[in-house]
């Protein structure tokens, strides 16, 4: 029986920071991320570490919900340059042959047919290695740039994205197989037969079809979600191949794991099918002094503006509005329509019902290394860390985030990817040419989805 591997994701922003928002003013950090440069070093980087996948996040909008202002948020940097991903994603791809690449887009601001060329699009130019993340959106800044009012409803949200998901998979399943025949003897480009128009109308969506772009090299790109709580986790558990969570520590990510695949299991689909992989950092360093020199660094820039600007556009609530000390009324925390999911994760750790502002800061860790899971130590201390979760029954893999950029994928790379294949966790090369065949994922067939 051949043994389980765990999946690498490298975590990336269309920005100029990393996920972990102090990383621009890292003295290491590249000043260069306006260019393709800046992300075809890392795509070389995660592709040497034979990584499965670099995975962009995304929002709509820069963060400007606290003091309904965008000012604290541009003055000190917080995430305040999104472009667009799949031009970054198309150069990453002309300098790798094997990464996947994974970008996001919402089922909220786009339309379906949209999404569908783009995605079939960049599958083709990368002979196989694409993939969607699926995310409904946060916030009513984001409505405001498309022209909305205010943000959908969280539940609305979702019954939205089932439907787009059904226009989506349906317009990729417009070709069959062997559609095209470049017969020029018979004047034949394609059967007409084995091309189908979808004829979708439905509660949000009309779509007629047929779809312009041929079915792609892997059958279709590989599904991303992010749901980690109530509506959300049954939409990921319903749509997702790849599950990227945010787990603060082992015990927490051990019931939420297994909880993900029951719900995988109820919505009729193999748990076993389904990857869920936690954001982790990973400070690394020739030995645990040196690591521990490089975390208290990292750790020396994050600002607590950081922390609030981010909580204020995550949660679609102005944080500005409150004293620290100050508990959310029930009413409140109903109010919150963004990432619910950390919404409940604060009330669970707090122990309260109704936590303050400072209990959101502190158990939310938004902004800081401790918002997700991070193992800070020697190559053989950060392998046993990532160890102890993966066959600990805590997740399948790992998104790793970057502290800086380069030097937070360089270090691992270099350091903790070789510990890792030593102990058979990882493997020592890629498998095959497309991304579903290097995650272990069947080729699809048409309409297996329904």
């Not at 990292?298 to 950081?306: H, Q, T, V």
């Amino acid at each position: 029986m051949k043994r389980r591997m765990m999946t690498l994701v490298g975590f990336l922003q269309a920005q100029n920071c990393s996920n972990y928002p102090a990383s621009w003013r890292h003295p290491q950090a590249a000043p260069d991320f306006l260019s393709p440069d800046y992300y075809q070093r890392i795509a070389r980087t995660l592709e040497a570490g034979k990584f499965h996948l670099a995975f962009f996040d995304d929002r709509l909008a820069m963060p400007d919900r606290y003091g309904d202002d965008f000012a604290e948020s541009v003055r000190n940097g917080i995430r305040v340059v999104k472009m667009d991903l799949v031009p970054i994603l198309t150069a990453m791809g002309l300098a790798t042959r094997h990464l996947g690449l994974g970008g996001t887009y919402s089922t909220t601001y786009h339309e379906p047919f949209h999404v569908a060329r783009v995605f079939a699009t960049l599958d083709h130019m990368t002979r196989g290695r694409a993939a969607w993340n699926v995310v409904t959106s946060l916030n009513d800044s984001e409505a405001a740039n498309f022209g909305h009012e205010s943000h959908l409803g969280h539940d609305a949200r979702y019954d939205r994205a089932d439907e787009f998901m059904e226009v989506v998979l349906g317009h990729w399943d417009a070709w069959e197989e062997g559609a095209i025949l470049l017969d020029r003897e018979r004047g034949l480009f394609a059967d007409p037969a084995k091309v189908h128009r979808l004829d979708h109308q439905g509660r949000f969506f009309r779509s007629r079809g047929p779809f312009t772009v041929p079915r792609s090299p892997q059958g279709r790109p590989v599904i991303i979600q992010a749901g980690q709580s109530g509506r959300g986790r049954r939409f990921a558990a319903r749509w997702g191949e790849l599950i990227f969570v945010l787990f603060p520590n082992l015990a927490f990510g051990q019931r939420a794991y297994r909880e993900i695949k029951e719900e995988v299991a109820r919505a009729g689909r193999d748990p076993d099918s389904v990857k869920v992989a936690p954001a982790v950092y990973a400070v690394v360093g020739e030995t645990r002094a040196e690591a521990e020199d490089k975390a208290a660094l990292i750790d020396g820039l994050a600002l607590s503006i950081d922390t609030l600007v981010l909580l204020s556009e995550v949660l679609n609530y102005d944080f500005a509005q409150k004293g620290p000390d100050e508990p959310f009324t029930d009413a409140e925390l109903a109010s919150i329509s963004g990432l619910q999911a950390l919404r409940d994760r604060v009330v669970r750790l707090s122990g309260k019902a109704n936590p303050t502002v400072r209990d959101f800061i502190e158990h939310s860790g938004r902004g800081t290394l401790r918002e997700v899971g991070h193992f800070v130590g020697s190559p053989r201390e950060v392998a046993d860390g990532l160890e102890e979760w993966f066959t600990g029954g805590a997740c399948d893999g790992f998104v790793l985030a970057a502290t800086h950029v380069p030097g937070a994928y360089e270090d691992f790379v270099r350091l903790v990817v070789p510990e890792l294949q030593r102990r058979g966790l990882f493997r020592t090369d890629y498998e095959g040419a497309t991304l579903r065949e290097n995650l272990g994922l069947p080729h699809p067939r048409r309409g297996d989805w329904r």
